[in-house]
């Protein structure tokens, strides 16, 4: 039986759009499920998601259903047994051994680190994850660390990115704050 922890909805700063997102636990593990709309390049862009984890955390699976402007999105992420991943069933191995997904879309993945990692205050860690590229949906390697600043800030930096800030979290690890992308508007849990 599914049993809700929180939800939130965030407002998008770069572009015009918002994410709302539901995170839930079973015996089996845990699920984040959302929909994010946004304009992508002038085109208008839906798409639902939903991350399967084990229970310490690792990604199981990940599903993409959408559209941007008029073409239609559909991805399924899987991580194999043997620590090998696939997108749409083709093997992609540039991020083979990575344990976390990152969809580069919403900023909901940013908590499964988050909380596979559980720093205590002063604490970092490299966290590289297989990461889905937006709009060209292409699994990367994105290189990335978390440094656990006190109870409810994280230093983050995504080196492909050049991105560099501090993001506030909530208590369930949903990023309320992610500087100059994603300000949350509503929360629960």
């Given at each position: 039986?599914?049993?809700?922890?929180?939800?939130?909805?965030?407002?998008?700063?770069?572009?015009e759009?918002?994410?709302?997102c539901?995170?839930?636990?079973?015996?089996?593990?845990?699920?984040?499920?959302?929909?994010?709309?946004?304009?992508?390049?002038g085109?208008?862009?839906s798409?639902?998601y939903?991350?399967?984890?084990d229970?310490?955390?690792?990604?199981r699976?990940?599903?993409?259903?959408?559209?941007?402007?008029?073409?239609?999105?559909?991805?399924?992420?899987?991580?194999?047994?043997?620590?090998?991943w696939?997108?749409?069933?083709?093997?992609?191995?540039?991020v083979?051994g990575?344990i976390?997904v990152?969809?580069?879309f919403?900023?909901?993945?940013?908590?499964?680190?988050?909380?596979?990692?559980?720093?205590?205050?002063?604490?970092?860690?490299?966290?590289?994850a297989?990461?889905?590229?937006?709009p060209?949906?292409?699994?990367?390697?994105?290189?990335?660390?978390?440094?656990?600043?006190?109870?409810?800030?994280?230093?983050?930096?995504?080196?492909?990115?050049?991105?560099?800030?501090?993001?506030?979290?909530?208590p369930?690890?949903?990023?309320?704050d992610y500087?100059?992308?994603?300000k949350?508007?509503?929360?629960?849990?």
């Amino acid at each position: 039986m599914m049993r809700t922890l929180a939800s939130i909805l965030w407002r998008r700063l770069d572009l015009e759009g918002h994410d709302a997102c539901l995170l839930s636990q079973s015996g089996g593990g845990q699920s984040l499920r959302g929909q994010a709309f946004f304009i992508q390049d002038g085109k208008p862009c839906s798409v639902s998601y939903e991350v399967d984890r084990d229970p310490g955390w690792h990604t199981r699976s990940a599903r993409v259903d959408g559209f941007l402007g008029t073409q239609e999105l559909h991805y399924a992420i899987e991580r194999l047994a043997g620590g090998q991943w696939t997108l749409n069933g083709e093997p992609h191995t540039e991020v083979a051994g990575l344990i976390d997904v990152d969809l580069g879309f919403t900023p909901a993945s940013n908590l499964l680190a988050i909380r596979r990692f559980d720093l205590d205050i002063g604490m970092a860690t490299p966290a590289p994850a297989a990461y889905l590229t937006f709009p060209e949906l292409r699994l990367v390697r994105l290189e990335q660390t978390y440094r656990r600043l006190d109870e409810a800030r994280y230093a983050y930096a995504a080196l492909m990115f050049g991105y560099d800030e501090i993001m506030e979290v909530s208590p369930s690890g949903f990023i309320v704050d992610y500087p100059g992308l994603w300000k949350s508007v509503a929360q629960s849990g």
